[in-house]
């Protein structure tokens, strides 16, 4: 019964390939996110959609492209991969409410590696 | 604009002894503050959360954390560590206004001896 979910867990790929991560959250939540943790373990949001509606998009280049095809799933599709691309990439999501921030849940990650 | 700092990239502790890892936050909004933990190979796992209501926040796994405003701190303290809390923590904040945008600081990997 994982509530949060990305396909796949590790990614090996070659320069300049176009790839996929998918998300899918299984606990009713509103809210989905994409976050990059690099080899520092630092970890910056990227993207954020609310009933798929696109709501953060932080400073992230164009070959990034995030896609809600419903609330449960929130996919990342990434273009002419670069070695910086290189990172291990979360998913999460979190129920949406008025009253100030909720616990965010998150996926078990997808390692990707640039080659 | 928010920032956190967390104070120490490692802390080193024998089984048994007190935790404390240091947590400091800038918000232009009163936030809501957060400790999440991340096992080796692992996705993140909310330890606790402050959103306004008692300063001294109980999370899971004997954790605890106390809001200091006039400090504007939030350190994560556990009395007797254990060996499975080797782990990396992060400090997170976020305005309350809008809480879905977290900003989290670099991390403090905490390393367990026996």
């Known amino acids: 019964d994982t509530a949060v979910s990305q396909t796949p867990k590790y990614l090996v790929t070659q320069m300049g390939n176009d790839k996929s991560i998918k998300c899918e959250q299984n606990?009713?939540?509103?809210?989905m996110y994409w976050y990059k943790q690099d080899s520092k373990k630092f970890l910056k949001i990227m993207f954020s959609?609310?009933?798929?509606?696109?709501?953060i998009n932080e400073t992230v280049p164009n070959r990034f492209s995030p896609k809600s095809p419903d609330k449960a799933h929130l996919n990342l599709h990434i273009n002419s991969l670069e070695l910086g691309d290189s990172a291990v990439y979360f998913c999460?999501?979190?129920?949406?409410?008025?009253?100030?921030?909720?616990?965010?849940?998150f996926g078990p990650g997808t390692r990707l590696t640039v080659l | 604009a928010q920032s956190v700092t967390q104070l120490d990239s490692h802390v080193s502790v024998s089984e048994g002894t007190p935790v404390l890892l240091r947590c400091n936050y800038s918000?232009?909004?009163?936030?809501?503050l957060f400790w999440y933990v991340q096992h080796p190979n692992k996705g993140l796992q909310l330890l606790l959360k402050?959103?306004?209501?008692?300063?001294l926040v109980k999370g899971i796994n004997g954790f605890e954390a106390e809001f200091k405003k006039s400090e504007t701190s939030f350190h994560l303290t556990k009395p007797s560590a254990h060996m499975s809390d080797a782990a990396e923590y992060f400090c997170?904040?976020?305005?309350?206004?809008?809480?879905?945008?977290?900003?989290f600081g670099g991390g403090t990997r905490v390393l367990v001896k026996p």
């Open positions: 402050y959103t306004s209501a008692a300063t």
């Open positions: 997170v904040v976020t305005p309350s206004a809008a809480g879905n945008k977290l900003t």
């Open positions: 606990l009713g939540h509103d809210t």
């Open positions: 959609y609310n009933n798929k509606e696109l709501i």
């Open positions: 999460a999501s979190s129920q949406d409410t008025v009253q100030g921030a909720n616990e965010q849940f």
């Open positions: 918000s232009s909004y009163s936030p809501s």
